[in-house]
């Protein structure tokens, strides 16, 4: 980006009208500043006699909370849409977003603000069509599931695999359900793909099945540790027979052999018990 890098005072800069985010001062961004300093500019552009910032909202309010009365700026000319891409832009790449505030930043430059396409928009923040679609279509989730996704007590992946229940109430139910069992994304996908087939499902199940395959995977984790340690004590016990001559490398190897062998019978006894 073209502009300069200035101090501008504080109080002839304010927030953007186009703003899509809850911007909350975060106390360890504030903690790092007061101690460390600003260490990237905001970005702002003149607007008739002020400021309007494009990025750094969060970081502006800090030092205005700090007391300062100056802030280092890198001061750009740019349109409203320009402004709006690069502010999604800078805010993507650092990950500031949650899913529904970015999917709240797609729908207002698609529709309430009418700049551009999904593809337009894919190519200016380096993200596909599918993801954009993705984010769009949680915000038609029910209300209840996208306060849910709000409050991170689920997840996106999940809130992703609900789209493709077409029924709100359903959406909600499984939505209840994967919050009180903690089931996974995979668990989630096996769920709807049953409910499909079948047109109906029981939300009062354990899911068995899930659990099966749980188990059918930590018995083969625990088996490959036992062949492990199983192949370690034979080439150990070559090695052994090698040292006989040295009775006192023999005995230290022959420890070490004792010490494996337990912690197989040791991780054959913990197989069983799980």
């Known amino acids: 980006m073209l502009g300069i890098i200035e101090d501008i005072e504080i109080n002839k800069i304010r927030h953007s009208t186009y703003s899509y985010r809850n911007i909350t001062t975060n106390d360890d961004l504030y903690t790092s500043i007061k101690e460390k300093g600003l260490l990237q500019p905001i970005i702002?552009?003149?607007?008739?006699?002020?400021?309007?910032?494009?990025?750094?909202?969060?970081?502006?309010?800090?030092?205005?909370?700090?007391?300062?009365?100056?802030?280092?700026?890198?001061?750009?000319?740019?349109?409203?849409?320009?402004?709006?891409?690069?502010?999604?832009?800078?805010?993507?790449?650092?990950?500031?977003?949650?899913?529904?505030?970015?999917?709240?930043?797609?729908?207002?430059?698609?529709?309430n603000y009418g700049w551009g396409g999904i593809s337009e928009l894919s190519s200016k923040i380096g993200k596909s069509i599918a993801y954009i679609d993705k984010r769009l279509k949680l915000l038609e989730l029910p209300a209840d599931v996208i306060e849910s996704i709000s409050l991170s007590k689920i997840n996106?992946?999940?809130?992703?695999?609900?789209?493709?229940?077409?029924?709100?109430?359903?959406q909600s139910d499984l939505a209840k359900l994967i919050m009180e069992k903690k089931l996974s994304s995979r668990m989630t996908r096996s769920i709807i793909k049953d409910l499909k087939n079948e047109n109906h499902i029981n939300f009062d199940c354990?899911?068995?099945?899930?659990?099966?395959?749980?188990?059918?995977?930590?018995?083969?984790?625990?088996?490959?540790?036992?062949?492990?340690?199983?192949?370690?004590?034979?080439?150990?016990?070559?090695?052994?027979?090698?040292?006989?001559?040295?009775?006192?490398?023999?005995?230290?190897?022959?420890?070490?052999?004792?010490?494996?062998?337990?912690e197989i019978d040791l991780l054959i006894k913990q197989k069983k018990k799980l």
């Open 156 to 170: 996106t992946s999940n809130a992703e695999e609900l789209l493709a229940l077409k029924d709100n109430k359903t």
């Open 44 to 111: 702002i552009r003149p607007l008739n006699d002020y400021f309007e910032i494009i990025a750094g909202n969060r970081r502006f309010d800090a030092c205005k909370k700090l007391g300062w009365k100056k802030i280092i700026c890198h001061i750009i000319n740019a349109n409203d849409k320009e402004s709006f891409e690069i502010s999604l832009i800078e805010n993507i790449q650092r990950s500031n977003l949650d899913p529904l505030e970015e999917a709240e930043s797609f729908r207002d430059y698609i529709l």
């Open 206 to 262: 354990n899911y068995g099945y899930n659990i099966v395959d749980i188990d059918r995977k930590t018995q083969k984790l625990f088996d490959k540790s036992i062949t492990i340690l199983k192949i370690a004590t034979q080439k150990l016990g070559l090695i052994i027979s090698e040292a006989e001559e040295n009775w006192i490398i023999h005995e230290i190897l022959m420890q070490h052999k004792s010490i494996l062998d337990n």
